[in-house]
């Protein structure tokens, strides 16, 4: 049952923090564990049992204290959240209740999926979180990604007329897949591989982090800004480049996918190396021609809505984030196979560096 096996995850996660981890600074990119994981319950009642089933809230409280579209970021700090205790057994008894449902018949599939998706994306978002902190692994089978072979050759695309985006007779869509349209693409080459790491410190020992004219505007006021003259959590140790792995230091495999590069230090890797990143059509129009789900992959593309947009119920989901994010494909290796499809828009803006994103490129 998808909702049991979403809830055992996040359990899992949350069982393995410590007293003290409970407590982490107020950043940008992660949130506060108990508001994480009270966010995850609260958005299941709101939309399974409360929404879709017009059952009556658990806690009077739950809205002032985990709407994420109502409660700006830095104010989750400040909340007054439930301990340990009253939050994971407000996680159990929205199972509980759901279940309840699901065993009825009464339960709406669509707001189940839904509510199951959104739990895997923060089970993702926790670890990333995890990385981040430099915290040790999540438990539950998270693991890098194996190295992979080289792979020189692109793979040879004709143009023509694709379809790009979900069909109606897919099992789940969010609102930002739809729908198939036609779009014309021109004869193209992709990459049949991510870039790796060893290809990726050429470009660093290159200074390609030094290089002005490898970066855009927007990319070298970043690069400045933050400070960077290398790839998030690479050192060098011993004479050679390690990285960092939750709280392990490992030396670089140099044929593993390179991950944690933004979308500015991408486009960077790309003017060194004279290619550029597909469009998400290319990318999608291609992904049967290659291995993808390992690493989520930078597109060129900006996100923006398909033609006709509109919003599902869910509105904050897609609308409010286009034109100021970019669309990543493919999915990573802490994400559930479940979630991933070849249509599948994933999107940050171009700064973020936690996710274990990288990207494959096409001549430019």
């Known amino acids: 049952m998808l909702v049991t096996d979403a809830r055992r995850r996040t359990l899992g996660l949350a069982g393995s923090l410590r007293d003290d981890e409970l407590v982490v600074p107020c950043l940008a990119i992660v949130n506060p564990p108990l508001w994480e994981l009270g966010h995850v319950a609260w958005f299941q009642e709101k939309w399974v049992l409360c929404h879709a089933a017009r059952q009556a809230a658990l806690r009077d409280d739950a809205d002032a204290l985990y709407d994420s579209a109502a409660i700006p970021h830095d104010t989750r700090w400040n909340l007054p959240l439930p301990d340990r205790a009253a939050t994971l057994a407000y996680l159990r008894d929205v199972e509980q209740r759901v279940l309840a449902l699901v065993a009825q018949g009464a339960a709406d599939r669509y707001f189940v999926q839904l509510s199951v998706f959104h739990e895997d994306m923060h089970f993702e978002a926790m670890a990333f979180a995890r990385q981040t902190l430099g915290r040790a692994a999540p438990p539950l089978s998270i693991s890098s990604p194996d190295g992979v072979a080289p792979v ?43 870039v790796s790491q060893a290809r990726f410190a050429e470009f660093v020992e290159d200074g390609g982090y030094r290089r002005r004219g490898l970066w855009t505007d927007d990319g070298w006021r970043w690069r400045v800004a933050a400070g960077a003259d290398r790839p998030a959590y690479w050192d060098r140790r011993g004479g050679g480049w390690h990285r960092r792995e939750f709280d392990r230091w490992i030396a670089l495999e140099p044929q593993r996918p390179m991950t944690h590069v933004c979308w500015f230090e991408a486009g960077a890797w790309c003017r060194w190396a004279g290619r550029r990143l597909p469009t998400e059509a290319e990318w999608e129009t291609a992904a049967d021609a290659f291995a993808w789900g390992d690493v989520w992959e930078w597109t060129a593309s900006d996100f923006l809505p398909y033609p006709g947009f509109a919003p599902d119920p869910y509105r904050e989901y897609s609308q409010p984030w286009f034109g100021s994010h970019k669309v990543l494909r493919g999915g990573s290796f802490a994400t559930p196979r479940r979630l991933l499809s070849k249509t599948f828009r994933n999107f940050y803006t171009p700064d973020r560096r936690d996710p274990w994103a990288g990207f494959r490129t096409c001549p430019a």
Request: no cysteine; glycine share 6%; charged share 25%.
């Open 152 to 194: 020189a050759e692109d793979a040879q695309l004709a143009g023509g007329t694709f379809s790009l985006g979900a069909r109606p007779d897919a099992p789940f869509v969010f609102d930002n897949e739809k729908w198939a349209h036609l779009v014309r693409l021109d004869p193209f080459a992709i990459a049949r591989a991510p």
